[in-house]
Structures are given as structure tokens and as C-alpha cells.
């Protein structure tokens, strides 16, 4: 059989949780069976060198007309599959009225009303757009039931294939002192740690709040918070408003994150809403003890006190607790990341997640 032409459609370029499974993808699934092609609506972003290293045929649908670039794109190259990961990806097929070619959308987030501006148009687009494509890939069982709970969707068109990492690459706790010394830490520091984006959904405004309490009690703590977001000044902003500045630093976009994650004595996200979250995934694989809101697909990785502390979403007082009982206990720490490591080796291993994606690609081609 001929390799399968599969076409990765985002809307850029930038490091970020949709850009890292599509290159784990290409990287996993090889190109023995398949002629990858990746391309996005906005050219920026640090990854598309890194999807051309992996033999990967890059391309820029930036234009105008982006949509007709699209259609001429598919059928210059003949591509079977084209793969989007986002609502604005999916309309951009929509247009572009590809004839012969399979759609396949992977769903990292269902937008609530909540989590962005224009956030009640954002979710009914969302909601509507999952009617589009051939097949929906539910990156949680949490969304997988919720897509199959809208109104007439048929069940044959949703497969669930769960997130994961390369596990063995964010494990390197040989790390920790180096990296700690170069930000200028020394080793009684209690360093708290996020990464991602820094935007609405993140609630990170909720978590400088908390630390300012925390941070009466445990002088020697930091917050360390990796990303990039358009809330970023505003937030840095608030923390001068709280008088926490000289206890935060904003590490901004990190190639180095293992070693991030290796300097950290906690992990906290504290999301409004998740699809299944790649960082938390990451923390796990670090051995760190993680502090996550109980929403979208946390609870299918994270067990409370088991494996890791269960909040509330957009609860303080819940954040700041739930850090003090942490900071307090470092046996506990240690007995958590421990159980968060062992999880997710054995469950959410990359080599299982690209097994998925191939069976879907292969099965609908046939």
C-alpha cells in the first residue's frame, strides 16, 4: 500500500500543545506509511523548523484567501487526510471544499462561555463545528461523552485516544541543582511552578492571589510560571498590586522543560477548564507533587491524595490550602509525585497514543 498523505492543519506555528502532538505524531508514526505534510493559518512560531527536521513538508496558509491556498494545496499533493486541531482550522476546510478527502478534527478543548472573550460565540462555533469533520478524536473520556452527548451525533464518527507524552524525556532530576543555580535559587527555595499559556482559562490571576497568602507563611517560597500569553502584562501587573514581584518570575517560552520541571518542589495548574492537559502529563513523568483544578479530563490522570491534590476551580482559598498542606509536608510531596510517576508510565506513554491515530488514519483510507 502507498504511504497516506496526511495533511496537519493548525492555526500557527508557536510551541504549544497542539504543535508538540502533531510533531510526536510524525515522529512516532514514521514515514514508512506516511508523507506528512503540516501547515497553518499564521506562519510564526518556533516549531516550524522542527517540523521540517522531522521530514515533515511545511506549509504557510497565511494569505488572504487561505482557503482557496488550501483546496490548490490538497490536490497539488494529492493528500488524503487533512487533520485539523482547532475550530478556526476546521471552518478553513469548510471553504475550502475539499472533494476526496477525509476530514479528521481532533478535539483538545471544548470551549465554555467562561474561558475566553466572546466566549458564548466561541462555544456554540465549537459545538457546531463537531457536526463538520468525518471523525472526531476526543483527547479525554470526559470530552468523548460530552461530544457524544450533543444532539444527534452518532457514535461511529467520535473515537477517544487519550493524550500522552514521551514519559522518560521529563524525568531528570540530575537537573535540579543546575538549573535552580543559573535562575538564582538557592536550595532551600520552595519553588512553586506552572507552564503554559498565560491567558483567561488559566486563572493565573487566581494563583498569584493565593500565593500572596502562602507567601506570609513561607517567605522562602517562589513562583516560577513558564509561557507565553496575552495576558502576561496585565497579570505582571497584578503581582506588583500584590506586592509578590520579587517572589515571581516569568520564565516566558522554555525549550527547557524537563529541567524546569526538575527545579520545582510543586506543580500547580489551576485551569477553568482542560482538555487533557500535556503539562500536567509532563509533571507526572518529573516525579512533582501537582496541585490541579477537578475539570475537564484532570480526573482521568490525577487521583486526590493519591497521586495528587483536587480542587476546585476558581477557589483561592482552595489554592492557597491546598500549597500550604504541600510546603508543609515534604514527605508527602515525595509520596505523590512517586504515585504520579508510576501512573503515568504505565497509561498515558506516547508509543500507544500514535498506535491510535495510525489504526483511525489507516482505517478510514481503507
Known sequence: MSPINVL?????????????????LIKYLGSTEYNWHVGALNPAGKMRAEYSQSGAQVADFSKQNGSAEIKSYLQEHNIQIVHTHTPRTILKVVLAQPANVIHISTKHLLFAPKDRNWGLFHALWDRFSLYIPNQIVAVSGTMYAQILSQPGMQKNRVALVRNAIPVEQFYVPDQREAFRSELGFSAD?????????????????????????????????????????????????????????????WLGFSSEIPRFLAALDVYIQPSLNEGLSLSILEAMAAGKPIIATRVGGVNEVLTNEENGLLIPAESTSAISNALIDLLENPKKRQKLGEAAQQRVGKEFNIQAMAAAYGSIYQKLVS
Not at 492555526?11 to 510526536?24: G, K, P, Y
Not at 522562602?220 to 506588583?240: R, S, W
Open 8 to 24: 496537519h492543519l493548525m492555526n500557527s506555528f508557536e510551541d504549544a500543545s497542539i504543535s508538540r502532538i502533531v510533531l510526536r
Open 189 to 249: 527555595t520552595l519553588l512553586i511552578g506552572y507552564s503554559g499559556r498565560i491567558n483567561q482559562v488559566k486563572r493565573i490571576d487566581l494563583l498569584l492571589l493565593a500565593f500572596s497568602q502562602v507567601l506570609a507563611q513561607f517567605p522562602q517560597a517562589h513562583l516560577i510560571l513558564a509561557g507565553e500569553g496575552d495576558l502576561k502584562p496585565q497579570l505582571q501587573a497584578y503581582a506588583v498590586h500584590l506586592g509578590v514581584e520579587h517572589a515571581v518570575t
